[in-house]
T-cell receptor, first 116, second 112 residues
């Protein structure tokens, strides 16, 4: 199956700083990628859809100025958490759709963000 | 009411047991149904994929979809300790099919 990587796998930062998380499709191209947030013992909540060559689409309640998304190429999307606060501490996961007719999504391993 | 309901568990079973995991949903437009397995602190891994109604079997795993009841199931036969994980159902309609709606996940522990 297709492989999606994320970097870093975990990050600890001080309140008020910005953190960038990278999502890469390693062996396929992805014009669309999805960013999710997952709190402990909860399901994945879609934050935004990242579109190569155009602006990201954000879900209701997600601040686009706080969670900056850039789909720089067909294999890379980045999520920047700006002015991070402790409540932003979470597990951030990206995914990319597969190439076939099915609707599989391939998920990255996730990035655990802890804001002190 | 959530679009997708899933019993969060936790569910503990002895090794070798048959495990049944279920989700119900309210959106009749859903056509694609998936089960993901997520180990602690890892991203979800696709286990089973089904389009519309019916059954699908893959090794020890069987997925069932009953669209008339808006109910999907995942059965795990001969469960192993390595099956201990959180299982997430996910589904999507055609058209916006690449956006998935997830259940809350069921935490499963298989005891040796």
């Amino acid at each position: 199956g297709a492989v999606v990587s994320q970097h870093p796998s975990w990050v600890i930062c001080k309140s008020g700083t910005s953190v960038k998380i990278e999502c890469r499709s390693l062996d396929f191209q992805a014009t669309t990628m999805f960013w999710y947030r997952q709190f402990p013992k909860q399901s994945l909540m879609l934050m935004a859809t990242s579109n190569e060559g155009s602006k990201a689409t954000y879900e209701q309640g997600v601040e686009k100025d706080k969670f900056l998304i850039n789909h720089a190429s067909l294999t890379l999307s980045t999520l920047t958490v700006t002015s991070a606060h402790p409540e932003d501490s979470s597990f951030y996961i990206c995914s990319a759709p597969g190439q076939g007719a099915n609707n599989e999504q391939f998920f990255g391993p996730g990035t655990r963000l802890t804001v002190l | 009411q959530k679009e997708v309901e899933q019993d969060p568990g936790p569910l503990s079973v002895p090794e070798g047991a048959i495990v049944s995991l279920n989700c119900t949903y309210s959106n009749s437009a859903f056509q694609y149904f998936m089960w993901y397995r997520q180990y602690s602190r890892k991203g979800p891994e696709l286990l089973m994929y089904t389009y519309s109604s019916g059954n699908k079997e893959d090794g020890r795993f069987t997925a069932q979809v009953d669209k008339s009841s808006k109910y999907i199931s995942l059965f795990i036969r001969d469960s192993q300790p390595s099956d201990s994980a959180t299982y997430l159902c996910a589904m999507s309609p055609p058209g916006s099919a690449r956006q998935l709606t997830f259940g809350s996940g069921t935490q499963l522990t298989v005891l040796p």
